[in-house]
């Protein structure tokens, strides 16, 4: 009888364990995000550290690294959960290409209208949380500037996953 009532006890402690374990999983990213968010970066910091620490929303982006004589630019992505897909508009500039940064590393298939951009994975590999280069555009059409619009990441499970929305990149 002691030996059933001492089981009990630790498989209710253990329980209990399991689930606050559980709770500060799912929560515990939470405060950091947050406490990320409200933080000030240092003069001088990083750019990298300046868009992780404005980053309200699941994904953040930037466009940057314009050269002008190949023709390319990067978008920069921090993202606080892991992402299974990408669309986005680049309006204007004749994409010619979408190649390498994390979409390649993580065995994504990129394709590409002139105007869009789309990649997941066939293997259904997602993109963990952290931050790098997205991928490189290239583009054929002469232009003063490239706009993203319609913007959409998409997570495990295929939950829509907010985002915001790029400053334009000035291309000459």
């Known amino acids: 009888m002691r030996i059933c009532i001492v089981f ?21 990213s939470k405060p950091a995000i947050e406490t990320a968010q409200t933080s000030i970066p240092a003069v001088g910091q990083p750019v990298e550290e300046e868009i992780s620490a404005s980053c309200i929303t699941d994904v953040c982006l930037q466009l940057r690294n314009h050269n002008a004589e190949n023709k390319s630019f990067e978008i920069f992505m921090v993202n606080a959960v892991p992402v299974a897909g990408f669309q986005c508009d680049l309006p204007g500039i004749g994409i010619s290409d979408a190649d390498g940064g994390l979409l390649k590393e993580n065995g994504f298939e990129a394709s590409n209208s002139d105007s869009r951009v789309l990649a997941f994975s066939m293997q259904g590999k997602v993109i963990s949380t952290g931050m790098g280069v997205l991928t490189e555009i290239s583009y054929s059409e002469s232009t003063n500037e490239v706009c993203m619009t319609e913007i959409i990441f998409a997570g495990i499970g295929g939950i829509q996953l907010s985002n915001d929305t790029p400053e334009c990149l000035k291309l000459n």
Request: with cysteine; glycine share 4%; net charge negative.
């Open 8 to 28: 009990m006890l630790v498989l209710t402690l253990a329980c209990q364990s399991q689930q606050k374990t559980a709770e500060t999983t799912e929560n515990g």
